[in-house]
Nanobody
Framework: QVQLVESGGGLVQAGGSQRLSCAAS????????MGWFRQAPGKERDFVAA????????YYADSVKGRFTISKDNAKDTVYLQMNSLKPEDTAVYYC?????????????????WGQGTQVTVSS
């Protein structure tokens, strides 16, 4: 079992920045590929970014490419999502997730463990 707890959400103005953190506990965090997803009201939960177990590979949704950066600190059992140039359409609940799947994936079904989510609201 892996327990995930997100933090760092809140209200930010358009054009601003915010960093989300996801602290893990339980089984060996360093062996898991990690992902961030988000869900806006009335919409599906969508893929945002993923990072490989050793931090060597990353993958981003087109909508956030060039603005968001995912990183992983295995010594601290934490994964981060640095969000820059935020837009109102980035408003959502952001979830981190862990998968033992060998390849980086944007598929929700591949992720076995999920955090409770943290709200990010971008005002115009």
């Amino acid at each position: 079992q892996v327990q995930l707890v997100e933090s760092g959400g809140g209200l930010v103005q358009a054009g601003g920045s915010q960093r989300l953190s996801c602290a893990a506990s339980g089984r060996t965090f360093s062996t898991y590929n990690m992902g961030w997803f988000r869900q806006a009201p009335g919409k599906e939960r969508d893929f945002v970014a993923a990072i490989s177990w050793n931090g060597g590979d990353t993958y981003y949704a087109d909508s956030v490419k060039g603005r968001f950066t995912i990183s992983k600190d295995n010594a601290k059992d934490t994964v981060y999502l640095q969000m820059n140039s935020l837009k109102p359409e980035d408003t959502a609940v952001y979830y981190c997730a862990a998968t033992g799947f060998l390849k980086l994936t944007m598929e929700k079904r591949a992720y076995e463990y999920w955090g409770q989510g943290t709200q990010v609201t971008v005002s115009s």
